[in-house]
């Protein structure tokens, strides 16, 4: 199925997408409408509510910010969130979004993304883990999460398959958060 969006390159190295949370909410022309509206702005960092200390070797950014590449992201429930993909060979040009992206696409990624904690349905560790603790989910061997300091939020980490539960668990383990409600003390995305 194809889902309306629109992409265009704004300045060297840079590109805005514009898309759907479905398929059929928005057409074209819509989409049209709403690029011809906007306005640029000078240049300034993306900033993100976390920070990594650890990533598997060979993992790069290739997007991310206030909202995920899932179609379901959205500013009222998520915070932040990240993509990276391994190896300086792996082709990106046909990634859209992850649940759209083919499942045999080759593609070695993994996300990182802060949800609200009252949204996400699997926000409940498991008894007896200790605070700023991380747990994996039980059918998903690609999942793991924590908990913010603040209790209120949930970041989770989604490999593709080719990373280890003990490389999502330090990836996790090594998050440094900044104060989800002030977005000034959130880190420079990179």
């Not at 899932?70 to 993509?83: D, E, L």
Request: net charge negative; glycine share 10%; hydrophobic share 35%.
């Amino acid at each position: 199925m194809n889902w309306p969006a629109l992409a265009w390159q704004y300045a060297d190295n840079a590109w805005a997408t514009l898309d759907n949370v479905s398929p059929t909410e928005h057409g074209k022309a819509d989409l049209l409408r709403i690029a011809q509206g906007l306005r640029g702005s000078p240049p300034y960092p993306a900033r993100i509510v976390f920070q990594t200390t650890y990533l598997p070797a060979g993992y790069r950014l290739t997007s991310g910010g206030r909202e995920a590449d899932w179609p379901s992201g959205a500013g009222s429930f998520q915070a932040t969130g990240t993509r990276y993909v391994n190896g300086p060979d792996q082709d990106i040009s046909e990634l859209v979004m992850p649940i759209i992206d083919s499942d045999n696409n080759g593609v070695r990624d993994m996300r990182i993304n802060v949800y609200r904690r009252d949204w996400a349905d699997n926000s409940t560790p498991p008894p007896g883990l200790p605070e700023g603790g991380v747990w994996c989910n039980r059918g998903n061997p690609k999942l793991c999460y924590r908990i913010t300091p603040d209790g209120g939020w949930l970041a989770e980490v989604e490999g593709s398959g080719y990373e280890s539960r003990t490389e999502l668990v330090k990836i996790m383990a090594g998050l440094r958060f900044a104060d989800v409600d002030d977005p000034s003390t959130w880190f420079p995305m990179k």
